[in-house]
């Protein structure tokens, strides 16, 4: 019998496939393998006889990887598993961004069953107008599954999709996302791109990569999207380049007290990958994992 223990938030179809030779256990201390979504493991004493960490996600950076190198842990990720959630919400940010669906909503409520509304909506109508983001030039930095999912899908919209990825050849990146144009360095994303759009992992080279000698480069008004990582973005560099008209608009997945109040950004939960789908493809494919690395020892992922 193995003895797994998982840790939070993992879909049932992942630990459902944990059957016959193993034993989910609640205490850690006897696991052998973890299943983990988002829970941060840097603080954890790890027990003797774990053997492998499958984190249900792309993003690695909850896990202490140089801990668990030197103990011999093998760690998973899931990449791809839920790259069509994510693209999904960033998809939902682009359009918040240029149409003002949420001060309509709000528009709506306020003005609710008011007798005059007809004559009320046309007025306040032109205060709601906005643009079309066909034509417009998105900059996606980081061409992994995520990325290409985003260029793909914005290029089948009508943007003119520039990418750029830190860690692999212009050639590779074309071959994973033909539909981007033009893949140049960062500074000219910076420097062209109306929305640039971050997916990038959270690394020491890639923390806080937006910042105010990047937002010196870029456009006034641009739009900037974060559905990655929290710390990709310098918060108070941030705050002040939305002061100043810098950036328009600020689409974050992660609530941060300098900036998420502010006018012209939404911030949602960290919400890109809860969907039912994305869950479940993570879990199964996470539990797949484990298994096949603790009955074959193979290594795929990781
Ligand atoms: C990821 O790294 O893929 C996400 O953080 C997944 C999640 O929301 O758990």
Not at 7 to 26: A, E, F
Not at 76 to 90: I, M, R
Not at 265 to 273: E, R, W
Request: with cysteine; glycine share 8%; proline share 2%.
């Amino acid at each position: 019998m193995r003895n797994i223990c998982c840790l939070n938030q993992i879909s049932h179809y992942g630990t459902d496939r944990l059957t016959g030779d193993y034993k989910l256990v609640d205490d850690m201390k006897d696991a052998e393998g973890i299943l983990v979504r988002s829970a941060s493991l840097h603080e954890t004493e790890f027990p003797a006889g774990l053997e492998a960490i499958a984190r249900a996600g792309a993003g690695v950076n909850n896990i202490p990887l140089d801990e668990c190198a030197k103990k011999g842990i093998v760690v998973f990720n899931t990449p791809g598993a839920n790259k069509n959630g994510v693209k999904e919400l960033v998809l939902a940010g682009l359009f918040l961004t240029s149409r003002d669906v949420v001060g309509g909503i709000e528009w709506c409520r306020e003005h609710a069953g008011e007798e005059d509304i007809s004559k009320k909506m046309e007025k306040s109508k032109k205060a709601f107008a906005g643009n079309e983001i066909r034509g417009k030039k998105l900059g996606v930095i980081g061409l992994g599954a995520i990325g290409c999912e985003v260029a793909n899908a914005a290029a089948a919209l009508g943007m003119e999709v520039y990418g750029y990825d830190p860690f692999i050849s212009v050639n590779a990146a074309w071959m994973l996302s033909r539909s981007v144009k033009h893949i140049m360095d960062v500074n000219t994303i910076y420097k062209d791109c109306d929305y640039i759009t971050v997916h990038v992992p959270l690394l020491d080279s890639t923390k806080e990569m937006i910042n105010q000698a990047a937002f010196d480069q870029m456009k006034d008004g641009v739009v900037i999207l974060n559905y990655a990582r929290d710390l990709l973005v310098n918060d108070d560099d941030m705050a002040e380049a939305l002061k100043s008209g810098k950036v328009k608009k600020y689409i974050t997945d992660f609530p941060n007290a300098k900036t998420s109040a502010m006018d012209g950004v939404i911030a949602t939960p960290h919400l890109g990958a809860s969907t039912e789908e994305s869950e479940d493809n993570c879990a199964v494919m996470a539990a797949d994992e484990l298994k096949d690395y603790l009955e074959n020892g193979n290594i795929k992922n990781s």
